[in-house]
């Protein structure tokens, strides 16, 4: 099991098995014990890839760790807390320096909208979310984007939200963290592309998975499996910026070409 001496003590790594020496780089996933990251690291998963899986639940970090390791990975497990800023960049150190991070998939974060009854979101929620959906993927892919340039190559992947879109009145803080995201994640690339390092945003649009539990329509909704394929594809392909499915550009063209009382008409019936 690799250990951290150097850990603070909110960032615990644990049943970690050590890469096998013809393992070069790490990939990186946060949000591991989620929907999404879970499902992108199971289908990441095969021999010969070692895997850093990130998130904050223990037992369902081990769940996607076993089902990865059974698929031939070599897979170190960390559980961290993305709000402590100090923790999670000496952890990215600590872990790049143990194997060098070559992809890194930044998946982790929270989707709360405005509580029923409530005309806005409390305080607390709109400082949250602008943590850990924009600084804290924000200044992970920053330290990352540094490891990787001084090795001239890497990528990273953020990800963003269709709802980045739209200014979502039952959702402002999401949609803003992930607005501020998005412009972040293409800048970033415009920065590190000379260096030999890949930066790709993909803006989900709603995405089916058992917790969702969202009365959203089915036309809008995409599997899970399907979601996490499309987005390993664009990943893959180093894509700048894909939107998944397609059908949610369509509707950010909708809602840049619309007269502003006929959009913000639309908008408010979105209100909780
Ligand atoms: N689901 C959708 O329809 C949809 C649509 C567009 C974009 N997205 C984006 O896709 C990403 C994954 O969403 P999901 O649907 O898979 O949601 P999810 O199942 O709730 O997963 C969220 C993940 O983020 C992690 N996370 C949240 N707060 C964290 C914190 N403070 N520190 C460390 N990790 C934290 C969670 O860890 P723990 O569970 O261990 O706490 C979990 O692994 C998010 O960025 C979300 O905004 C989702």
Known sequence: MNTHPDEPRPSVPMGSTPAPPLLLRATLITGASG???????????????ALLLWG?????????????????????????????????????????AILPIGDALLVAGQGDAVPAGAVVEPPEQVA??????????????AALADHMAARGQGRILLVGSAAAFHSLPNAPAYAASKAGLT???????????????????????????AGGGRPVPRLLLLPLDVAARRILVAFAAGKGHAIIPRRFAALRLLDRLLPGPIRAAILRRLRP
């Open 35 to 49: 929907a999404l990251g879970g499902a992108l690291a199971r289908q990441l998963a095969a021999p010969g890839r």
């Open 183 to 209: 412009r972040f994640a293409q800048a970033l690339r415009l920065a590190v592309a000379p260096l030999g390092v890949g930066v790709t945003l993909v803006s989900p649009g709603f995405i089916d998975w």
């Open 128 to 141: 949250r979310l602008a943590m850990i959906n924009l600084a804290a993927p924000a200044a992970l892919a």
């Open 56 to 96: 904050r639940d223990a037992a369902r970090l081990a769940a996607v760790a076993a089902d990865c390791r059974a698929a031939g990975s070599t897979v170190t497990v960390r559980q961290i807390d993305l709000a402590d800023t100090t923790a999670m960049l000496v952890a990215l150190a600590a872990d790049d």
